[in-house]
């Protein structure tokens, strides 16, 4: 797997790029220009992190969040080029959908999926916005490094609460918000901003500008809470088997090490 699908830069924070203040822009705005990231430069800048992996340090095969799947059906929110969803269908799921903001990236999807002999509904849309995904059908959603990418993050889960049956289950990863706040510099780590700053901002990020907004994480659980779900787990810690696969010189290892980098939420529709 690319090294970038793991540690690219939007994981190692804002403050290892150019960052430019972003005062009321608006949705349409923001999605249009996210959008054409990814439809040209997201994945030869970031990567693509993807199922088993949720993420830099965090793996479904230690942490077992989802179960058996077999026989389900399973939602992706940000399918980007399609591993998660080979990863879950090759569990034999029932039904894989997948919604994503880019048409390249469904287009890689896929082309992705068809050479893993498996097939997806797949919808080009902002996660924010109705899109004829059908409502209290689906046992699993689940989103790996995309949910952070809303502009309405209350109304996303909302959605996503509608889209699941009773009892069904949403799993999603993000960036930790605290490591978003400490950098690597001169030998340390060091504050480069306060946590409590959910204001948006636009990075400068190979060539291209992608906006984004570090909401604390009290903000998801409590956002969750009103869209009607039970949490089940939060996971902060770092696998050390992972983190030993690193460099033991590498800053971003050494990081996760002292404080999260990646959280995993997993949460049931009541």
């Not at 994981?11 to 949705?27: A, C, Q």
């Not at 209350?154 to 930790?176: C, M, N, P, Q």
Request: proline content about 2%.
């Amino acid at each position: 797997m690319d090294k970038n699908s793991i540690y690219g830069k939007s994981i190692i924070g804002g403050s290892e790029v150019g960052v430019i203040s972003v005062d009321d822009m608006n949705t349409s705005d923001i999605h249009e220009t996210n959008s054409l990231f990814w439809d040209t430069k997201g994945n030869d800048v970031l990567g693509a992190t993807s199922l088993p992996l949720y993420g830099a340090f965090v793996s479904e095969e230690k942490c077992q969040l989802f179960g058996d799947v077999s026989g389900k059906k399973i939602l992706e929110i940000g399918c980007g080029s399609g591993q998660s969803l080979q990863y879950v269908g090759e569990r034999k799921a029932s039904e894989l959908w997948g919604i994503d903001i880019s048409e390249n990236q469904l287009e890689k999807t896929k082309q992705h999926l068809t050479e893993c002999s498996l097939s997806a509904r797949l919808i080009c849309s902002p996660m924010e916005e109705e899109c004829g995904i059908p409502e209290d059908y689906f046992d699993f959603v689940y989103s790996v490094y995309a949910i952070g990418w809303t502009t309405d993050l209350e109304g996303t889960f909302r959605r996503i609460a509608s889209y699941l049956k009773k009892d069904g289950v949403f799993i999603f990863s993000w960036s930790h918000p605290i490591h978003k706040c400490v950098a690597a510099e001169d030998n340390m780590f060091v504050f480069k901003k306060t946590y409590f700053d959910e204001s948006w901002y636009s990075l400068s990020l190979g060539g291209s500008t992608l906006t984004l907004s570090d909401r604390k994480l009290s903000t998801y659980v409590n956002a969750l809470a009103k869209a009607g779900f039970v949490i089940e787990q939060l996971i902060e810690e770092s696998d050390d088997e992972i983190m030993k696969s690193r460099a033991s010189s590498d800053n971003f290892a050494k990081k996760a090490k002292m404080l999260p980098v990646t959280f995993v939420i997993k949460v049931r529709k009541l």
